[in-house]
């Protein structure tokens, strides 16, 4: 008889899953009611923070991100709590200074986060070093990323090694995330057994349903040993985000790598959900078109967040006819810029330059900030070879940064603290200044609402969650 190995589950319905369906708009008090069942269910982790949550919370949802997960933390103490970081871009859009990153990484842990995920968009380990230093020295466990994906240059030794010098930063797990559910099933039984035999630590596998193979190269890879993986209740699962929690514990019951999870229980989180859901539907944020499969996803490699923000500058622009004409151009940008993965911010940054690419009529005719940034290596370094013509026309004669970022940043937070707390008053903790460090524009409007006595304040600075302030540019193209 087989030796018992239980697959363990991560829970993405309080993050990843509204994030990919509902454009992070699940408020606090939807998830509040149902926490005390997830917490007895059994789960590995709960994803519940981090990502664009953060954003969201301030820009769209008035809540405070640090109270919601000091709430959540009240709401479920016997589970690990799990959030996402983009390593030096923490949960922002641009990298910060190192001073800052140990103080956001120390208050999330603080506050009640337990497992940290971190990852960087071009897989540059030196993105992820500080935060990764910073999650060991104050008890976090450390979950690094290889943010997974497709292209000439990316092949399994490299992800293969990417694992190993991760494990010798120091991780406690090492996680796949496959962001726009590029990984085939065979392609991860094959990559998950090639790190084992590699690197001696857990691994823990992210993907999504948007292309609908989600399920398929789960069960491939837990046969091939993955010890623990993402999937969201039934009412926010497939589609853009992870494939379903309860179909997956019911085809490994009985079976030697069965969850031990009881699906009755999972049954009463599901009714409750469903609620949320349809409340969510009923206000038009969650489009039901991001239930469908779209194969286009193993053509273009569009994660769901960054499809759904095409989308909206598309419509801000009055071209919708146009999407896929972008979605065509996305990897010709993606190639000129050295093949980066698709993912917060390299995804928003190649999906908006493409964007201005077909409707400006002219490629490269205009560059947005972010995209010479890339392609002067503020954002760490470039997987494969830029294309030099388009690097000179973005950037001109302006030399290439090839050191470690982040080590030309001065410290940030001592600014921060005497611009929001000592000049305009607006901050109270250490928390209130790491909010203003993320989003300044968005956080001082937040902070001047949260001590305004609760009078609310109209936030309006135009963004979907998952980008920065793109929309704005696109729109001038009107």
């Known amino acids: 008889m087989a030796k018992k190995n239980p697959l363990k589950i991560t829970e993405t319905i309080l993050r990843d899953a509204h994030q990919s369906q509902a454009a992070t708009r699940m408020k606090l008090e939807d998830m509040l009611p149902m926490c005390k069942t997830l917490d007895e269910m059994g789960y590995w982790s709960i994803e519940c923070w981090g ?14 991100p640090w109270e919601r997960l000091r709430k959540l933390k009240e709401a479920m103490p016997n589970t690990n709590l799990q959030m996402l970081l983009r390593g ?45 230093k910073s999650t060991k020295a104050y008890g976090g466990i450390c979950e690094a990323a290889i943010s997974y994906t497709t292209s000439p240059i990316h092949n399994e030794e490299y992800f293969v090694n990417l694992a190993v010098r991760l494990a010798e930063m120091g991780a406690d797990t090492i996680c796949i995330k496959d962001m726009a559910n590029l990984l085939l099933p065979y392609d991860a039984y094959s990559l998950v057994k090639a790190i084992k035999k590699e690197v001696n630590l857990p691994i823990h596998l992210h993907t999504h349903n948007t292309s609908g193979t989600g399920d398929m190269t789960y069960l491939k890879a837990a046969e091939a040993g993955v010890d623990i993986v993402d999937t969201a209740l039934s009412p926010m699962s497939n ?12 085809v490994l019951k009985g079976t030697d790598r069965d969850t031990g999870l009881d699906l009755e229980k999972m049954s009463e989180a599901a009714t409750y959900f ?33 499809l759904s923000n095409l989308m909206n500058q598309l419509k801000q622009a009055g071209q919708e006819d146009k999407l896929y004409e972008v979605l ?36 490269y005719k205009t560059f947005t900030k972010e995209s ?26 302006e030399e290439v940064i090839t050191c470690r970022f982040a080590d030309t940043v001065a410290p940030e937070m001592d600014n921060c603290k005497k611009v929001i707390m000592d000049e305009k008053g607006l901050a109270r903790d250490t928390e209130d200044i790491l909010t203003y460090a993320m989003l ?15 009078k609310p304040v109209e936030v309006s600075i135009p963004s979907d969650p998952n980008t920065t302030t793109y929309v704005v540019k696109v729109k001038a193209l009107d």
Request: hydrophobic fraction near 35%.
């Open 51 to 64: 990502g664009a949550t953060f954003d969201s919370c301030i820009r769209f949802l008035h809540e405070d």
């Open 88 to 132: 030096q871009n923490l949960l922002g859009y641009k990298p910060y200074a190192d001073d800052v990153v140990d103080e956001f990484v120390k208050a999330s842990i603080k506050n009640g986060i337990n497992v940290i995920r971190i990852f960087d968009a071009l897989n540059d380990p030196r993105n992820m070093e500080q935060a990764m």
């Open 239 to 250: 589609g853009t985000s992870q494939p379903t929690t309860e179909s997956l514990v019911a």
């Open 274 to 306: 469903r609620g949320v859901a349809a409340k969510l539907k009923a206000d038009g944020i969650l489009d039901p078109k991001v239930l469908n499969v779209d194969t286009n996803t193993l053509r273009y490699q569009v994660p769901g967040g960054m």
């Open 328 to 363: 065509a151009e996305v990897p010709r940008v993606r190639e000129d810029f050295g093949y980066p993965p698709l993912v917060t911010p390299s995804s928003q940054i190649v999906g908006t330059q493409a964007v201005f690419n077909v409707l400006n009529g002219e490629r």
């Open 372 to 397: 010479k940034a890339v392609l002067r290596g503020e954002y760490g370094q470039l997987p494969g070879v830029v294309n030099e013509d388009v690097r000179k026309k973005a950037i001109g004669d």
């Open 440 to 454: 300044p524009q968005v956080a001082e409007k937040f902070l001047t609402e949260k001590y305004d006595e609760g």
